[in-house]
Every structure is written in structure tokens, then in C-alpha cells.
């Protein structure tokens, strides 16, 4: 079974810890703080997005981007662009006429950190950036591969993708959703932003049609285990672990995998997609091995 | 003078009709309205762009297009990207957070119409549409060009463009700004799009360095113009003429033009601004007389 043949968890902590450095040093020098009166702006920005994250995307773009030897510096700021549109998301995910959260990674969120308004704003200035940063020469020295990624970015981000799936989200409150109409939700509202994170390693890499395929094919099945594990732990971890309002989506009679599963078959479906999206990396053999221990992770995280 | 050149005003109107026909065409196509779930999502998105504007920005994508012979069905595409940048930050700015606007062209806002989290997502959707169409190949054959575009577009919308000159506006309540601050906001907070639109049509057209910077000063000089004349209107116009909530800004206590100058030394720098906006177009002759005309427009106009 391919979830076996990962290697032992540090070797996961720390490259992703090293990523994170990496991504870090990116989003601060990327997101400069100017002397004018637009700092209040650019300090709520920096506030989402330099948060202590997992880097989970950015770790994504990064481990996939390294196995066609692709510049770490330009990785860096893949990953650093697609933390930026995540970001972007939670922060408008958060407001008061959305989903009304006040904490964010056990931190005050954004609007009640600064303002609405300014939320509101660092939300669509982080969009901005996060295309900008892809557009720019550094990124790739291939004008295509730059139009690419900025079209694949935006393919997963928009209506058709994660706001699509946070806008259906919203409708389905209180509505009885049958698995496979959750399993598209989830898809567009979490999973196109996580399997954009594996493409954008292949775009930046120039992979071969067949090995984006299968990347793409990694990155799906793990989108859909992550957010389906998620619910798990929606349901099952304390606030304090979460970092944010536990049992929420339950309480707000959410769509959730759980609801229609259970808590264990949920998990195992989680575990199941997990081992699938391992299975898309045979080819890469064991070059692929972090990404491999990153599936493991996603279904046994704690938070 | 060059404002005394132009055509009749009839061939503007004319004209300024017919770009919004077709650009009005390009995105009705570009937001088709889906089957499932997310159609409140893309319906809003119809709703804050589909609107009856005057597609001054598509405008003057399309005419500074037309100077270079740019594919006409490319430059609506472009024109209808704008279209799309400009309503997402309207439909940001209405909401109660921000400027708290019941109405917009005469009609409810987007959040009135719909609900505070449509209307959030919906702005967000619009400006990746927006990032994604420049990406699309249809805009233009060659990605160089495209990433400009995108390039261009983020400069002008980001933390250093518009939403930059939003976030100063809002911390500018109440506070006195001098002329020079005022001007850089307003440069920022709607000059940089309008020029913008005017330098998208250059970069269609692969204009030489010399005349994409003449464009660019016409754009500069043009969306300057737009705003000191804009808190003009702010100040005269009856709400009926502006389809808005009139005399907002002074009531709010924003700063304005016509705060530091009075009325009319505003209208008369407006006026300055907008001819020498034309004296940029020199080189170009008689065929750029309708961006000549859309200059005096911009001064003289009801709303």
C-alpha cells in the first residue's frame, strides 16, 4: 500500500517547516510596508497572511515543483501567491455577513483585528497580489508558462471554482444535500485551490502532459480528502486544536460528509482518497515520497 | 485648443454606444448563467456589470485599440475585463462596511438586490473573471501580451492602485489632506484604472515605447480630469441625474477638489486637465478626435 512506503513523519515536519521559512521570507518581501496612508492596507494584509499557517499550498507547489528541478526561489513564489489567494478567502469567509468568525488560527480574524472594511479590502488587495506575483518576470522567464498559471489560478479561485463552491455552501444551509452534490461543493470550495497548488509545481516545471495529468489527478484526490477530513475534525477536535470555532459547520447545518456518512466511514473515505492520490505518484517513484507522507498527513492532522 | 477639434458631440455618443453594445455582448457571453447551484452567484455578477453604464473604460480600451488596428472582438474582450474590475469595486465599495450605498445607476446595489455575502462573493468572482479573461488565448494570440495585460491590470487594481486609493479615502474621513494628497489619492483611487484602460489598448496593439507613453499620459491626465469632475457633479448634480446618493462625499467629510478649491476653480482645473489630455494625443491626428471628444465629455457631462 503506498501510504506505508512514506518516509517517517520529521522528515515531513521539517521540509514543510522549511517551506514555510521559505514562503515566509517570500509573502514579507512581496507584501513591502510603505511610509504612506495606505500602511493601515498593507499591515491587515500582512495580518492574514503571515498567520503561522501550515503552508500546506505553497508546500504543495514547492514538492511538486521540485521534482522537475524547478528554481526554489520561483517556487517560493508560486507558493507564496497561491498562500495569498487562500488567505484572501479566509479572510472574506470570515466577515460578519459570512461565515461571522471571530477567530482565525486562535487569533483574532481580520475584520476584528482592523475593521470590516479594511478586511474587505486586504481581502481583494490580496487577490490583486496573488495575480500580480504570478504575472511578474521573476516567476518564470516563459511568458507562457506565467499566462498559465495565472489562468489555472484563476479557473480555481472563481465562480467555477472556490467561489463558486462558497457560494453553493451558503445555499445549501439548512438543505439536505445527497453525497455526491457534497462532493462537488467540497470539490470547487477547497479542492480546485489544492489540486491548482500541485498543477502550478507541473506548470512551473513544464512537465509533460502525462505527468500533469497524473499531478492533477494527485492534487484532486487529495483536495477531496482534505476537506472531507476536515469535517471530521470539524466534529471531533476541541476549538483550542482547530484554532477556530469547533462544531460549527454542524451547527450551522452545513453539508458535511459526516452528516451523511458518519464520523468512521467518513474518515475512511478520507483514507481512501488519501492512498488514491498516492497511487497517481507511482511514476515519480520515490522522489515523490514527501508528497506521499503529505496525503498520510492530511488524514491524521490533528488541526 | 484641442478641445475646440473635436467631432460633433453626436459621433461620441454614437460611438460610446455602439462600444457598449458590443462589450455588453462580450460579457453576457463571458458570464453565462450555469444550472446548478452557484447561479445566485454569476446572476449577481450580472447584475453589478450588466448595469447600463457607460462603459467609459471600455471605451477607451476600444478607441486606443482602434489607433493600432487592434481585432475588434479582442479589444471588447478587454473592455469587457475592465467592465468587470470596475463593477467588482463598485459593488465592494456600496457595501454597508464600506460607503453603504442603497443605490447605483438609479437602482438597488448589489447587496440590496441580493444579500451582504452574494454581493461579497460576487465582487470577488469579478475581479478573477477579470484576471482570466486577459489570460484567456482569445484576447490575444500572443502571451506576452497577455501577461501585460494581467501585469497592467494588477498595478492599477492592487494595494498600489485602486484598492490603495480606497483604503486612504476611508482613513481620510474627517481629516484635512492637502491638494497634493487629494490629488495622489484620487490618481490612485480611480486614475490609475482609467489610464489603465487607455494603456490596455496600447499593449493590444503593441504600440512602440513612444506612443504607449503618450497613450498613458492621455490616460493620466484624462482619469484626473474624470475625478476632480466627478466631485464637481458630487457637489451640483441632483441625485436623480447621478442615480446615486448625491453631495455623499462632503456629507461624509471625504476629501474632495472642491473642498480645498471650491466649485469653480475645480471645474476649471478639471477642464485644464482634459486639455491637456488632448495635447498627448497630437501625434496620433485626426483619427484619435473621439478620445478628444470623450475628454471634453468627461468635463462637461450630467452624471
Do not use: W
Not at 501510504?3 to 513523519?9: E, H, M, S
Not at 498593507?42 to 514547492?62: D, H, Q, S
Not at 453553493?168 to 444535500?177: A, H, N, R, T, V
Not at 507541473?202 to 502525462?210: D, E, K, Q, S, T
Amino acid at each position: 500500500m503506498a501510504l506505508d512506503t512514506v518516509r517517517k513523519p520529521d522528515a515531513l515536519a521539517e521540509a514543510m517547516a522549511e517551506t514555510a521559512r521559505l514562503v515566509e521570507a517570500q509573502l514579507d518581501a512581496l507584501l513591502p510596508v510603505p511610509e504612506t496612508a495606505e500602511v493601515r492596507l498593507i499591515e491587515a494584509m500582512r495580518y492574514a497572511v503571515l498567520n503561522g499557517g501550515k503552508r500546506l499550498r505553497a508546500f504543495l507547489v514547492m514538492e511538486v515543483a521540485k521534482l522537475f528541478s524547478v528554481n526554489r526561489t520561483c517556487a517560493a513564489r508560486v507558493g507564496a501567491s497561491v498562500e495569498m489567494l487562500h488567505a484572501y478567502s479566509l479572510v472574506h469567509d470570515d466577515l460578519p455577513a459570512m461565515d461571522d468568525d471571530d477567530l482565525r488560527r486562535g487569533q483574532p480574524s481580520c475584520h476584528k483585528k482592523f475593521d470590516e472594511a479594511t478586511a474587505i479590502l486586504a481581502g481583494d488587495a490580496l487577490q490583486t497580489r496573488a495575480f500580480e506575483v504570478l504575472a511578474e518576470e521573476d516567476t518564470h522567464a516563459d511568458s507562457e508558462a506565467r499566462i498559465e498559471l495565472v489562468l489555472a489560478l484563476a479557473l480555481a479561485a472563481g465562480m467555477r471554482g472556490m467561489v463558486g463552491g462558497q457560494m453553493i455552501d451558503m445555499e445549501s444551509e439548512g438543505k439536505d444535500l445527497t453525497g455526491a452534490e457534497i462532493t462537488r461543493l467540497q470539490a470547487l470550495k477547497t479542492g480546485r485551490l489544492i489540486q491548482y497548488a500541485a498543477e502550478a509545481g507541473a506548470i512551473l516545471g513544464r512537465a509533460p502532459a502525462a505527468q500533469r495529468h497524473a499531478i492533477m489527478a494527485y492534487g484532486r484526490d487529495l483536495g477531496a480528502a482534505f476537506q472531507i477530513y476536515d469535517d471530521v475534525l470539524d466534529e471531533t477536535a476541541s476549538a483550542e486544536e482547530m484554532g477556530k470555532t469547533a462544531g460549527k459547520d454542524a451547527a450551522a447545518g452545513k453539508a458535511t460528509m459526516v452528516r451523511i456518512l458518519g464520523l468512521d466511514r467518513a474518515r475512511s473515505q478520507a483514507e481512501t482518497l488519501a492512498e488514491q492520490a498516492c497511487a497517481h505518484l507511482d511514476s515519480f517513484g520515490e522522489r515523490a515520497d514527501l508528497l506521499r507522507a503529505l496525503a498520510r498527513f492530511t488524514v491524521t492532522r490533528k488541526s
